[in-house]
């Protein structure tokens, strides 16, 4: 593989105007780094180039910013990191299919994406036979490797080598040949350490020394402290309740709450914590080297500081609990049920019945797109949700009459927790669930309101699902007019 060596600018001169192009990238981990800066410069250059970009959920906030900012993309899939290309999605200016991570591969399948001219994939070795070693993310990446007719490998060398043997890749077989997953328990491996990629479609292999690394902040605020006792109080009585002590294995997303909840796990009482995720950060790691973790598979791993740090000083750790895999084994469908799994996701809004907006702003504008919760609450053991009661200093109200759009649906929503209150959904009726997610979950601010609405929406059919469409979303219409969701 050494003759194909090249320098970025000529690895990324196969890529032509109008050409569909795979980036690798799972929670913005393990994207290429240079490609789409040589993109970027011939683009500013004067050059006709636009493109259509995949990628195994997003590439980093540098990469897609830059792409979004040179105009270069006509399209984009299936999740936004830069802010600039979420204003030129809401803009119409991009094409932006937002999509669910676990339908992804049934997609590219279908040939619904387009057919795949170049996937530019980040790696930390390639193998003389055409064997991939990615870096800090699995992802989409094999599939899209192997629908690809060219493949360029970025070897990046700042990434810590004791990635090499972390990852575990399995490509169930498509129907009519499916077969079941062999895997069992969150920690077996079921597959290779690599990406098997026909060495012919390799056409270059282009050397970079950039470092990725994430920061971490603890959360500040102190209603996260709320949300989070009240949801390791609701966990320890499930436990006892259900599960003879234990937890089974957790699924969590990334942000400050996702930050608290993990910080609050490391002074419970729980252990032998086992996650199974998209992707895994800092938190997660803290807890490993605490004693605290059992088992962890993922997509990716995200590398603040301090977890490259470790990484390298103590590799043995993370190789003795956690795995990395593609997006068929650790968004299944099937392997997040057999493993019973908790899901535990968080939203921008969330209405009187459960359902959930976890994507766009007044159900127009999107910020990063849905990603796998909805996979993970559909499949999961167990559906939480998690969120304040309100935001922006109580002028909006995050338990709404109706919300503005739909990620979760509230049949895949088992209990909802505020910094309020605990309501378990669970076995109760429309009726019974709008009641308790205004009298327990809702701001203080907010339940009379709410509660009026309620009363107007029976009134005025009632049904099995009673709602006032005129009524509906009129506090959003009053957020957009007036800045607030309060009433006069």
Same mark, same amino acid.
């Given at each position: ?65 830059a792409l979004a900012e040179a105009d270069l993309l006509d399209r984009c ?144 605020d102190s209603f996260f402290k709320s949300i989070t006792d009240n949801l ?11 599960w003879r002590g234990r937890l089974f294995p957790i699924q969590t997303g ?93 939203? +921008? =809004?969330? /209405? ?8 766009? *702003?007044?159900?127009? @504008?999107?910020?990063?797109? #849905? ?37 979760? +649906? =509230?049949? /895949? ?8 209150? *605990?309501?378990?959904? @669970?076995?109760?009726?429309? #009726? ?38 005129? =009524? ?17």
């Open positions: 593989m050494r003759d194909r060596i090249a320098p970025a600018e000529t690895a990324a001169g196969i890529i032509k105007d109008g050409m569909t192009v795979f980036f690798s990238g799972y929670t913005a981990c393990g994207y290429p780094k240079l490609i789409g800066g040589e993109l970027v410069r011939r683009k500013k250059a004067g050059e006709k180039l636009k493109i259509s970009l995949t990628a195994g959920a997003q590439v980093g906030q540098d990469v897609s910013e899939t299936p999740l936004i990191e830069s802010k600039t290309l979420a204003r030129r999605a809401n803009a119409g200016q991009v094409h932006y299919v937002e999509q669910q991570m676990a339908k992804l591969p049934r997609l590219l399948r279908s040939g619904k994406l387009g057919h795949i001219d170049v996937a530019v994939v980040e790696a930390i070795g390639v193998t003389a036979d055409g064997g991939v070693i990615p870096s800090n993310s699995v992802g989409m990446t094999p599939a899209f490797l192997e629908a690809a007719d060219q493949v360029i490998v970025e070897l990046n060398l700042a990434q810590p080598e004791a990635l090499r043997g972390l990852h575990d890749v399995y490509l169930p077989a498509a129907p009519p040949n499916a077969r079941p997953i062999p895997l069992i328990s969150v920690k077996e491996r079921i597959g290779v350490p690599y990406i098997k990629v026909d060495p012919a479609k390799i056409r270059y292999i282009v050397e970079s020394n950039v470092v990725e690394e994430e920061s971490t902040e603890a959360p500040k390791l109080g609701f966990l320890e009585h499930e436990a006892k309740r259900n990334f942000g400050n709450l996702t930050n608290a909840f993990l910080i609050a796990l490391g002074e419970s009482r729980f252990s032998d914590l086992e996650f199974f995720c998209g992707g895994v950060s800092e938190g997660h790691v803290r807890l490993m080297e605490r004693g605290k973790v059992k088992a962890v598979s993922a997509g990716s791993l995200k590398l603040s500081p301090h977890v490259a740090e470790k990484l390298r000083s103590d590799p043995k750790l993370f190789h003795d609990l956690m795995v990395l895999r593609n997006t068929e084994i650790c968004n299944g469908a099937e392997t997040v049920s057999r493993l019973g799994v908790i899901a535990i996701n968080t939203g +921008i =809004e969330v /209405d009187i019945y459960g359902n959930l907006n976890a994507s766009h *702003i007044t159900g127009s @504008r999107v910020v990063n797109g #849905l990603g796998g919760g909805a996979n993970f609450a559909q499949n999961a053991l167990l559906s939480v949700v998690v969120i304040p009661s309100a935001a922006k200093g109580g002028d909006i109200s995050s338990v709404v009459p109706m919300v503005s759009h739909h990620d979760i +649906i =509230e049949h /895949d929503v088992d209990v909802l927790i505020t910094e309020n209150g *605990i309501a378990d959904l @669970r076995g109760l009726d429309e #009726l019974e669930r709008a009641r308790a997610i205004i009298d327990t979950c809702a701001h203080p601010s907010y339940r009379d309101a709410l509660n009026q609405y309620l009363q107007k929406a029976v009134a005025a059919g009632g049904g099995h699902h009673p709602v006032c469409l005129p =009524e509906a979303l009129h506090w959003h219409e009053r957020l957009r007019e007036t800045g607030s969701m309060r009433q006069k």
